[in-house]
């Protein structure tokens, strides 16, 4: 028997990556969707049609059959006591009701940042900090839930995290200074406009910053006593928005406590990539990271379906003279696959697999 899954926010550009991730899924079901009163009581395939009727899928191939004439409900029509996860991929405002209201009786996996900063709530990221999810109980007991709520980070903090990780516990990374070059499908259906867009860049993208500096401090943390204790690591960074459509570039450097030569880099994502906790999940992909030594990498247009979206290529890694102990690479993640949707299936396989579903 499938868990029966609720999408949530269904028609957005999350939600329609979503529908994609759980299409044909051999663990989950998804039996309900829902978005906001504008989509409401509309078939999901209706509910995609811009204000000029055309039907705006924007994941690539076809729509999957299944979801096509499903309906498309309100949040208040969302019948919890048939179903076993809710998949909630709305605006953080929106979010925070909204999940709240669903925790209370069901599991539910987020890719907002509604909950993301509480105290009792770890930011998961499927490999990366599994150990967290231990933090779930607290949260139940603290708030008196059926239920929980797990975020993934902001897409942004995903790459540079997944990177980190090895360089953090091996090489004892303290220092990170990155500067992003984000995808225009970051922002969601009506996030920047093409005319702003076009032959440009947007040197600021509100509140993302300030993201990534707590939540890759939180993501690497130590779970301790109930509580994450947060890694001792400064992070400065500066978010822009770029001319592509998806999958996110960052270009990194890092300052380590002890020596580290980029020629061995290679090595350590590979042995991570060979002990890598969610290996044979149905939405892993077979190498969690791709390392380049062709200058050339990584590039969105050639990154962003290596391992359908779900891995992290690294590149351009070189000893970063400014630093006694450094490197410097460039990372490619995909914003919309393990930046959000189909990460956050990864991690209900993984919450799944330790029984939390
Ligand atoms: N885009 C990315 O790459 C990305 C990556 C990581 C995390 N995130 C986060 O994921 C969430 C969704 O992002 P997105 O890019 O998919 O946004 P989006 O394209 O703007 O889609 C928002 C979705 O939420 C629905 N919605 C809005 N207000 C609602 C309400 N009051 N009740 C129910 N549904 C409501 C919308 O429905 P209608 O169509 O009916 O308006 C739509 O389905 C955000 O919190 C975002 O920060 C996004």
Same mark, same amino acid.
């Given at each position: 028997?499938?868990?029966?899954?609720?999408?949530?926010?269904?028609?957005?550009?999350?939600?329609?990556?979503?529908?994609?991730?759980?299409?044909?899924?051999?663990?989950?079901?998804?039996?309900?969707?829902?978005?906001?009163?504008?989509?409401?009581?509309?078939?999901?395939?209706?509910?995609?049609?811009?204000?000029?009727?055309?039907?705006?899928?924007?994941?690539?191939?076809?729509?999957?059959?299944?979801?096509?004439?499903?309906?498309?409900?309100?949040?208040?029509?969302?019948?919890?006591?048939?179903?076993?996860?809710?998949?909630?991929?709305?605006?953080?405002?929106?979010?925070?009701?909204?999940?709240?209201?669903?925790?209370?009786?069901?599991?539910?996996?987020?890719?907002?940042?509604?909950?993301?900063?509480?105290?009792?709530?770890?930011?998961?990221?499927?490999?990366?900090?599994?150990?967290?999810?231990?933090?779930?109980?607290?949260?139940?007991?603290?708030?008196?839930?059926?239920?929980?709520?797990?975020?993934?980070?902001?897409?942004?903090?995903?790459?540079?995290?997944?990177?980190?990780?090895?360089?953090?516990?091996?090489?004892?990374?303290?220092?990170?200074?990155?500067?992003?070059?984000?995808?225009?499908?970051?922002?969601?259906?009506?996030?920047?406009?093409?005319?702003?867009? @076009?032959?440009?860049?947007? =040197?600021? %993208?509100?509140?993302?910053?300030?993201? $990534?500096?707590? /939540? *890759?401090? !939180?993501?690497?943390?130590?779970?301790?006593?109930?509580?994450?204790?947060?890694?001792?690591?400064?992070?400065?960074? @500066?978010?822009?928005?770029? =001319?592509? %459509?998806?999958?996110?570039?960052?270009? $990194?450097?890092? /300052? *380590?406590? !002890?020596?580290?030569?980029?020629?061995?880099?290679?090595?350590?994502?590979?042995?991570?990539?060979?002990?890598?906790?969610?290996?044979?999940?149905?939405?892993?992909?077979?190498?969690?990271?791709?390392?380049?030594?062709?200058? *050339?990498?990584?590039?969105?247009?050639?990154?962003?379906?290596?391992?359908?979206?779900?891995?992290?290529?690294?590149?351009?890694?070189?000893?970063?003279?400014?630093?006694?102990?450094?490197?410097?690479?460039?990372?490619?993640?995909?914003?919309?696959?393990?930046?959000?949707?189909?990460?956050?299936?990864?991690?209900?396989?993984?919450?799944?697999?330790?029984?939390?579903?």
């Amino acid at each position: 028997m499938k868990k029966k899954v609720a999408i949530i926010g269904v028609t957005g550009a999350v939600g329609q990556e979503f529908v994609q991730s759980l299409n044909d899924h051999p663990w989950f079901e998804v039996t309900q969707i829902a978005a906001s009163e504008r989509s409401a009581g509309k078939k999901y395939v209706d509910a995609i049609r811009d204000d000029s009727g055309i039907v705006a899928w924007d994941v690539g191939g076809e729509i999957p059959d299944y979801i096509k004439d499903m309906p498309v409900l309100t949040i208040d029509e969302i019948n919890v006591a048939e179903l076993d996860l809710i998949f909630s991929a709305v605006e953080s405002q929106a979010a925070r009701d909204i999940e709240t209201k669903f925790a209370k009786d069901l599991p539910v996996i987020s890719t907002s940042s509604a909950y993301r900063y509480e105290e009792d709530v770890p930011i998961l990221i499927p490999g990366v900090n599994d150990e967290q999810a231990e933090l779930l109980e607290v949260q139940k007991k603290n708030r008196d839930w059926k239920g929980w709520v797990a975020p993934l980070p902001n897409c942004t903090t995903t790459g540079l995290a997944i990177t980190l990780k090895p360089l953090f516990e091996k090489y004892g990374a303290k220092k990170v200074m990155m500067t992003s070059m984000q995808a225009i499908s970051g922002g969601g259906k009506t996030g920047v406009s093409a005319m702003g867009i @076009t032959d440009n860049i947007l =040197p600021y %993208i509100p509140k993302e910053e300030g993201k $990534v500096r707590k /939540e *890759t401090r !939180k993501i690497l943390g130590k779970l301790k006593d109930g509580k994450i204790e947060d890694a001792d690591i400064r992070v400065s960074c @500066t978010c822009t928005r770029v =001319p592509v %459509i998806d999958g996110h570039t960052e270009s $990194v450097f890092v /300052e *380590t406590e !002890k020596e580290i030569d980029p020629a061995l880099a290679k090595g350590t994502y590979e042995t991570y990539n060979k002990e890598i906790s969610v290996a044979g999940l149905p939405s892993a992909p077979e190498d969690y990271y791709a390392f380049h030594e062709d200058p *050339t990498r990584p590039q969105p247009r050639m990154e962003r379906e290596v391992g359908d979206g779900m891995t992290t290529t690294i590149g351009r890694v070189e000893k970063e003279e400014l630093f006694d102990n450094g490197i410097k690479y460039m990372l490619f993640s995909h914003n919309k696959k393990m930046g959000s949707a189909k990460g956050a299936v990864l991690l209900a396989e993984m919450l799944y697999k330790k029984d939390k579903i």
